[in-house]
């Protein structure tokens, strides 16, 4: 049975920088695309970073330049550093594993429980 676990968040100050980490179990890592989403309080869950099984990566705009996704496939691990954090980075952070089919990214049913950032101002 495969099982994502997503570690790292926490409590700061607008300016800081966090690192989010996705452990993935039971299942062949580097086979597999993986993603972060983020739902914030009462909004929708939004796509934030990819990582293609190739390594090529893809961000939100309006985190590009600030987050940065890799991966670790002999870890089978993402993980997700965020510096210059805003509080408008405040959400719950989801793993997931998925599949790139015509150019997007489709998470498949492999999702992490979250893990949530705070950003104070």
């Known amino acids: 049975q495969v099982q994502v676990m997503e570690s790292g968040g926490g409590l700061v100050q607008a300016g800081e920088s966090l690192t989010l980490s996705c452990r993935v179990s039971?299942?062949?890592?580097?086979?597999?695309?993986a993603g972060w989403y983020r739902q914030p309080p009462g909004k929708q869950r939004d796509l934030v970073a990819t990582?293609?099984?190739?390594?090529?990566?893809d961000y939100l705009d309006s985190v590009k330049g600030r987050f940065n996704i890799s991966r670790d496939n002999p870890k089978n691990t993402v993980y997700l550093r965020m510096n210059s954090l805003k509080p408008e980075d405040t959400a719950v952070y989801y793993c997931?594993?998925?599949?790139?089919?015509?150019?997007?990214?489709?998470?498949?049913?492999?999702w992490g429980q979250g893990t949530q950032v705070t950003v104070s101002s």
């Open positions: 997931t594993l998925g599949n790139f089919i015509g150019g997007n990214y489709y998470p498949d049913s492999r």
């Open positions: 039971g299942s062949i890592f580097a086979n597999n695309d």
């Open positions: 990582v293609a099984r190739g390594g090529t990566t």
